[in-house]
């Protein structure tokens, strides 16, 4: 089938990897990056990776990073499957439950992603939208609203890409239980957990009829590892989903599983550093849009690392986003979520020079570039 174009991807990599890269990183949804170096400091117990044996990992994960996954959501290490990303996570999902006529409920705005894959499993789409003038909330009556009698999953992103909204926890029960009423598996996104700006929650990892995907790459910074898991307290769907993990990508590399597990026993110093990143550069982000609010708008985020902004007057994003990139900073345009007057900035992969960044953008907006 023909994928549509994954115009995120496209735009980021244009930027990202050219020669020089943008000055400023301001599109990216991670946290700050680590080395392999500055890990290996993290503890004194002479946690290597020189005795580790390169072959196959097991399908679901080492026990070792299952336990460490397990830990870290508060949940029984079984009901961990390791995957490779996020995506792998989701797709697994999709595969699982698609059928002939069978629909998805998704967010949207949302990661593009999530609807190009529920299609490539030949999934129709019903989309929820969390909407700006009201705040972006998560509702369970949205999600109950768009199903479908064919809806075989719905879907909840939360803290949310792009738009930085938080579903409370007592809400996700509650939708849980509605959907459990019609015979359909929630599945949670929440590979931003634990950053809250607010009040924080706990994860939605083990609340009945809730499956929770998670990664290494947004809340813990290690977008390389390539590393993601799902979450299932059902046991027969963990075997499907085992199997499937099997089929797709066999097993995550040993080395990457070894690194994932050595990190996450040591989330705590992640885990601050990307707050504190991430909260000194909200406070910046705030006062640029404050000052230039004759001109964009904005919900503030109450989780993640990004905010999702937009210009007042409607017009097309992109060519501000192509002139500022031009002097240094790259933000996301809003088409790359559908929705053209919007922008997608980011605030917790620059740990350094984002005042500067700030100063450069608050300066294109007051300019109208």
Known sequence: ?????????????????????????????TGPRWTLKALEGLDQTGWSLSEISIGYAPPDGSLDLRRAIADHHDVDPDWVVVTTGASEALSILFCLASKPGGSVSLPSPAFPAFAAMAGAWQLDVENYELRRDKLFRHASDLVLQSLRHDTVLAVVNTP????????????????????????????????YHPLYFGHAQRSAAGIENVIVISDMSKALSLAGLRLGWVIDADPERRKRIVDARSYFTISSSPIAEAVAAHALRNRSTLLSRLNAVASTNLVQLRAVIEEASDIVSWVAPDGSTTAYPWFNDGRDSRPFCEALAERGVLIVPGDCFGARDHMRIGFGAQDEGFKAAASILRDAIMSEI
Request: glycine residues 2%.
């Open 160 to 191: 949310h890409n792009p738009t930085g909204s938080v579903m409370a926890r007592p809400d996700i029960e509650i939708l849980a239980a509605a959907l459990a009423e019609r015979n359909v598996p929630l599945i949670v996104d929440e590979v």
């Open 1 to 29: 089938m023909d994928l549509p174009p994954f115009l995120l991807d496209q735009w980021l990599a244009a930027y990202e990897f050219r020669t020089p890269p943008v000055r400023y990183n301001l599109a990216s949804s």
